[in-house]
């Protein structure tokens, strides 16, 4: 197991209200290595904060996460350096979290300079070529152009090789396809497969599309006004739903 949950409580104070409002309520899961876990729900579900709090951008207001077998609320400064290298984000909007006007060679570079500091110039760029032709990208036209250059799919695999450069062992994809169109949705997906069998990493794929999710994930949790409602092998949780919800939601993916 290399990520672990446990009773997850997220609390926010609402003006006007006496009792904080519980964006998760006592959420567990489990990540093993190699293994992707499908977070499915309709917006408000809590998915994202969930996933936040076991990537470490955010703390619960209760329980705890442990990375490796450790609490990460208890690690040292490099303990929790190493977590946070280890546990990387592929967000819905790529442009947004990168530096409008960087090069693409800035923008990867960043990280290894942060995370490597012994690492030579020249082997930064070896490491960020040969990560740029595994997603897909052309090296050549590819290191010298700022983000407004690209298009969405060219640029979520820019973010793909930005979060692998770093061989992280959990990767969170949260609605990393939705703001593409289907045909570069797949090729995403497609991509993300190849990579987590090329690579071993374990992965979170968060999406408010269970079918979705069914086609990168070995399980699925689906999770509903902050907690989880079901849970299981992708298979059994397609072919034989137990929770209306989640019924509801296959049901309305095909469509």
């Known amino acids: 197991m290399i990520l672990e949950v446990k009773n997850i409580t997220k609390e926010y104070k609402v003006r006007g209200r006496k009792e904080p409002f519980a964006a998760l309520k006592n959420v567990s899961f489990s990540l093993d290595e190699g293994e992707v876990l499908g977070i499915v729900g309709e917006s408000g579900s809590g998915k994202t904060t969930l996933s936040e709090i076991a990537g470490g951008l955010r703390k619960p207001t209760y329980g705890s996460v442990l990375f490796q077998g450790k609490d990460i609320g208890g690690m040292k400064k490099e303990e929790w350096r190493e977590y946070r290298k280890s546990v990387q984000f592929i967000f819905q909007s790529p442009k947004e979290s990168m530096n409008p006007y960087y090069t693409i060679r800035s923008i990867l570079s960043e ?137 509801t939601l296959i049901e309305t993916s095909f469509l």
């Open 111 to 247: 990280p290894l300079t942060i995370n490597f500091p012994s690492m030579s110039k020249a082997e930064k760029e070896e490491r960020i070529k040969d990560m740029l032709i595994r997603v897909g990208m052309d090296v050549e036209t590819t290191l010298s152009f700022r983000p407004s250059h690209f298009s969405g799919g060219q640029m979520q695999r820019i973010a793909i090789a930005r979060a692998l450069l770093l061989e992280p062992k959990v990767i969170v994809c949260d609605e990393c396809t939705s703001a593409l169109d289907v045909s570069l949705e797949a090729q995403i997906i497609n991509l993300l497969s190849s990579l987590k069998k090329e690579t071993g990493v374990s992965m979170i794929f968060i999406s408010h599309d269970i079918s979705l999710v069914r086609y990168i994930s070995d399980r699925i949790m689906v999770m509903k006004d902050g907690v989880v409602v079901e849970e299981g092998d992708t298979e059994s949780v397609m072919s034989e739903p137990k929770h209306e919800y989640t019924k």
